[in-house]
């Protein structure tokens, strides 16, 4: 049987990686409509890896357009059980500068999409714990490796989730700040719930490029600010990511990957065979 894989998910600016051998690029049909692009199967630092550029190659596809569940069952599906995902955020904290490195444990959601971001429905009800959005262990293995390799990191932070795809209003962006929020971007917190619900274990490394425009002694976000500090954070994840892979564990074995086991409501007897079969890869060892 094919080894579980790592899924890394690449934001702006972070479209491919140096180093991959053994290249397939893979198209997957899905029931919930087309991923992002075709996965990139391949080998990279020893482990079998399936990369996905998050906007499609050339940067298509706005933050709201992405079909995080057409994206995540096809992760499934390709025996992914970690995904890595590589963000541009914006910061809300002075402490948080352009080009650090923010690992999140938290989100909050301003988004509009919550039936976007759930397997369920048509027939099977099911709710996830969701307390603790990111996979602990995951996100310690990116944690330890950024220190050493002296990157500027922070441990922890809420990530707020906007819709996009405009930058936030000064009002937005000073109410974020004085919550006590940390970063801000537009794409995760979709990616997560889905993946949690796939019982894919999910960290962000989340990229700072700007300070929103809560701040007023900085220039507020525009595309060529952001532009210009992901060329200079896309070299720094690829390097973290290249350093991790190997002691990602090569079974999954985290409460992520159990996330079904207690969540699904509806009887199995219930469950109409259309939806069924369309969650067959996130449900497979319960059937």
């Not at 690449?10 to 053994?22: A, E, I, Q, V, W």
Request: charged share 20%.
């Amino acid at each position: 049987m094919t080894p579980y894989r790592i899924g890394i998910i690449g934001g702006s600016g972070l479209y491919h990686l140096d180093g991959f051998t053994k290249q397939k690029w893979v198209k997957v049909k899905t029931p919930f409509g087309s991923p992002s692009d075709s996965f990139l199967s391949a080998q990279l630092a020893g482990r079998q890896v399936v990369f996905l550029p998050r906007h499609g190659r050339g940067h298509r596809i706005l933050p709201s357009e992405l079909n995080h569940r057409a994206n995540i069952w096809a992760m499934k599906k390709l025996r992914v059980a970690w995904i890595i995902s590589v963000s541009a955020v914006g910061s809300l904290q002075a402490r948080y500068q352009p080009c650090d490195i923010v690992l999140p444990n938290q989100f909050v959601d301003r988004t509009k999409k919550s039936l976007e971001h759930t397997f369920f429905g048509c027939g099977i009800v099911a709710h996830i714990a969701f307390a603790d959005p990111i996979c602990e262990e995951l996100r310690q293995l990116l944690l330890q490796t950024c220190r050493a390799l002296g990157a500027r990191v922070h441990d922890g932070g809420a990530y707020v989730n906007m819709e996009g795809p405009a930058f936030s209003t000064r009002s937005e962006s000073m109410t974020n700040h004085n919550l006590g929020y940390d970063v801000i971007g537009m794409t995760n917190l979709g990616e997560a719930k889905c993946a949690r619900e796939a019982e894919i274990a999910y960290a962000t490394m989340a990229m700072v490029t700007d300070y929103d425009c809560w701040k007023a002694d900085e220039a507020h976000v525009t595309v060529e600010i952001v532009i210009a500090n992901l060329q200079r954070n896309a070299a720094q994840a690829k390097e973290i990511i290249q350093r991790v892979l190997p002691q990602v564990p090569a079974e999954p074995g985290c409460s992520c990957h159990r996330a079904l086991e207690n969540a699904v409501l509806t009887d199995k007897k219930f469950w109409p065979a259309r939806t069924k079969t369309a969650l067959r890869p996130l449900l497979q060892k319960y059937l």
